[in-house]
């Protein structure tokens, strides 16, 4: 079996490690590290819904991704300073934030919105991953303290199910899962899966970088990240606790 | 079998007409219908490449999309006048970009650049798999348009494949092709697919609107997705004739 | 008499077509083409008004202009990418939106909104003549929708005339009409005349690109500019037969 | 012969100063006062051109215009805060930079760039045309500076006339000079004429903002403009003395 | 002593010239001048406050800098061209709002709203300086206005102090009052001081541009500014007259 | 003597740590708590300068202040989707950049740029000061970076001082050092401090946030303000231990 350069095996993850409540000010959050990369994700927990919400009896979740300057290894510009969002950072946070749509029920979520913000503080392959897996712990923090307030109802369910996310990849000819940067850069093909606590598809997104990918790979990848949510929706439901 | 609201089969395409050479000013052109669907692809050709890439050997190929305010059923405000992209555009844009790189040889194209733009006339679901199977047509035209003007050499071989793609998804249950913007907002799941002409995946997006999706609903959206993008490439080649 | 490029005389208009209802999603809308100059003119009606006319019982008439990046011969980048509009954007929306307000009577309108949109496909001179003309055709059949709704009054008559426009120019001391691009860029004086189907003057706007004119050459522009007119208003009228 | 608000006759003019040499800082400058109009205009002289006009042997002249937020009747927020240029703005930036131009030899400027700054400091109807008058001074001056420096030769000519501008209008049916706010808001056309010392047009635009306008009417409003015209002509020669 | 380049003595202020009700439109305005430098300062009253502060029975000032682009001996751009405000404008923006609102009790001036622009018509170092102390003549003409109007009670006292600035820098190690542009790129240091008409300091901000200072310069360059903030109060008086 | 809220006397700071070398991408970095404030500094060293330094032998050094949105207790909007920088970072940004430029030698920095970026991850008062003492660190770092890797030559000397900086104000009428949030916003005057090793100052900014002060509280403010930065430059001493 190949081993790759920092010693995991093909279908092995980073050290994932969840501080959960990493923030003193925000109603949920979790500082999550995928092996170097670190995320931070916090929960904000508002009463009420945007306007084009109002009246339904629904709640809104969304979400904001963005990276600190010198996240990687060489400093990109700010977004703020440029004026505008790019596309990569728009595509992330709208995946994370329908990620953790699915697995809310809007109407026992009652009128209330959760903002969701990842901030990678540090960068090395898996950003957006690690970001919906530490979200989710975020979230769940978030909601139990709404509860305790009293904004959500003591016996609505607002979670349906959790929710974690990986990449894997095809590095030459290899299906790999996990990907740090230097092997993202190296891939073939790129998919990052989002996958419930009950083993279902939130989102697959498959990306052929260099040569496009037959059937068998597409198989090959999906048993891979299968997988690895798994034991990531391990790690969450540890780092919960009693939550 | 189900029958759709416009009478079409669970595994049938719209209509689909591909007018090439539509602009007499870009290089390439393709006005592409799905149905009601209507985009107008261009292809501009221009020697020379980016600041980033000079002097590398090797071409560049990007892709900007966008719709008319009113393509849609109701009015939608101008980016321009907004004065920034939403998230949606970028991601499509970056999608249809992506999607013509993995079919060219950047070292065949040379350094040239081709900048593909796919404007959303009429919209009726499916515009950025329409966008993309278009543009397609477009590329082929500027390539030629670029080898008689001597810009690309007679032995190169730029294009290595073709590339169409088509959305699928799952409507009450059912797995179903190109899906009308009416079945498209009531879709459980919903997935774009990104095929070469020799069937290799190129981009796998799938989302769950509603509902998580399991393997198996999985499995048949992409044999549906092979399938229509086949059909796509055939049209593709009787628009092109003999180019 | 002098014979232009492209075979006319002086006096002649290139040839115009309207197709009217060309789109399905607007409310009133056409494609017309001066030349190889074609224009997709929509017009959408929405009831109420913006805040600032709220119960006067007035309407509200306004129009947006725009290029697609590859309707000239170079591409040019696109206004939503660059985050704001140019002044030539903003300068010709602007006269499109004053020549149609010249020929709505926004009492009789009511408390109702109309943006016209008008989106270059294909530019050869003479787009923003092109969409005025072309717009007025959209106006109408908006206008016809909304009466058809009851959102305007069986007996009122919002529309108090009709409108067109028509480029005039000299070159090489000789007053033109409807200026092609190659005629527009060599033109010593272009002047852009918009007149209401009863042949009064709703905008005269003369411009010296080279030489200043004098008053002769100022009423020679202005004969043509009205002649070419009428014809356009008889060209309407067809269109728009028995609406 | 009607008299209005202020006094004047149709035919006549408000007071108007022209203070040359009003800023220590610029090349050119021009404090000119229509009535309670008062324009800033500054004429920035510096070496060379804008990249795309390197190496043809020619200058360039270009102008921006503001109005300070209070220089009207009610505060309006500033364009830098809005983050964006309005309509209105790069209308008549562009005007007055065309203006300018039109009296220009830019061969014999060389070369060379010239910005104008015309800023509104108060308004009271007639900015744009003050404007364009009082830079006209302003370019003077700081041409005569660019000969003292030899950054333009001796025996060139840049200047091959004059220009000054004046707006006419019909109120009430009657067509009247210089119109005033009060009289502006009230005009059912509205027109601004530019014209050189030679008492060639420049630009003539002409908009109806209430009735559509004949061609008797605007004959009338013409002669008035050519009138007015000349007078200013004479006063910029006045405030220019000897140079 | 020192003579400084202009002639004055190092606790010398420049000439000072204060026209009040410079402008015919705004509710209180001031053109006041410290030697070569020239600050239109406008004073816009409002009734009725941001959304922020309705109901609290409190007022609001707040103010807003600029430079026109050639008050400067290079052209700098425009901001509203950039479609950005740089830091230094809104730094100095912020502080002209904080001087002004330490002395206004905002009770006293009840739900009014006043906004003060300060726009630089030519500068030459200390225009922050000038701003403030030409604002708060502007200041106090709006108010007395706003008691005109009924808008302020007559026994309200909404000025509870009056307010002026000026700048203090050491040159060559010496403290030096009212830095002309010549003085201020050569000081080691270069402090703004804002000083109440009672001498009590609302601001203080000295910044080491070249070398750090000690306690001992400090109290030297704070002992300089309390004085010439002295002789601004009495121009400041002078020129308010019996208001 | 006072006790405050969280049991400090009015002379004490809160507790700091300082964890340098927290990211393993940037050249320079620390992670800087005082108290529950906690600042991410990063410095980037990139050999060259701007354009408009170039080929002056100098270096450069900048720095970049933002807030992540959940920082505070409650969630504020971010910059960049805001589409731009409010006053508050522009402001904090240029302090933090002056405050370092004031201890470095940008001769014998040569021609090489230092970026400094401090990204707030949690705000209990204080950050500008905490941004400063924390960027010294890092900046430190990046410069012996620079020298193992020969952009800085063996025996320069780029450092000529330290820099912190503490935030002093006054409280019921009582001078107090390094203010927690609580505090702050009930500070009559507030004053941030920014003191080199020696004991100089770099930046004094003092402001009357309620009622303006006199002579005496200010020069107890000073006092207090260069006690806490002596010790917290002992405090970055042994952070940095044998750098």
Tied chains: 1, 2, 3, 4, 5, 6.
């Excluded at 073939?188 to 997104?205: K, Y």
């Amino acid at each position: 079996m190949t081993t790759r350069k920092d010693g995991r095996t093909p279908d092995q993850l980073r050290p994932v490690t969840i501080e959960r409540g990493w923030s003193e000010q925000a109603e949920g959050s979790a500082l999550i590290s995928f092996g170097k990369t670190k995320v931070l994700c916090t929960a904000s927990f508002t009463p009420g819904v945007p306007r084009w919400l109002t009246g339904k009896g629904k709640g809104w979740v969304t979400a904001e991704y963005a990276m600190l300057p010198r996240a990687t290894n060489e400093r990109s510009g700010r977004e703020s300073v440029k004026g505008k969002i790019g596309g990569r950072t728009h595509e992330i946070s709208r995946l994370i934030g329908r990620s953790l749509r699915a697995v809310v029920d809007m109407k026992a979520l009652g009128e209330n919105t959760i903002v969701i913000d990842c901030d990678v503080l540090q960068a090395d392959g898996g950003t957006r991953t690690a970001a919906i897996t530490g979200a989710y712990v975020a979230l769940v923090d978030a909601m139990e303290w709404a509860r305790g307030k009293g904004h959500i109802g003591k016996n609505s369910v607002p979670l349906i199910d959790s929710v974690s996310a990986v990449s894997v990849g095809i590095i030459d000819g290899e299906p790999m899962l996990d990907l740090a940067y230097v092997e993202d850069v190296r891939a073939e093909t790129d998919m990052n899966v989002v996958v419930t606590g009950r083993g279902l598809f939130v989102e697959v997104q498959g990306t052929a970088e260099g040569a496009p990918f037959d059937r068998a790979e597409l198989d090959a990848l999906l048993d891979l990240a299968t997988n690895g949510a798994r034991e990531l929706g391990g790690l969450q439901t540890e780092a919960l606790g009693d939550a």
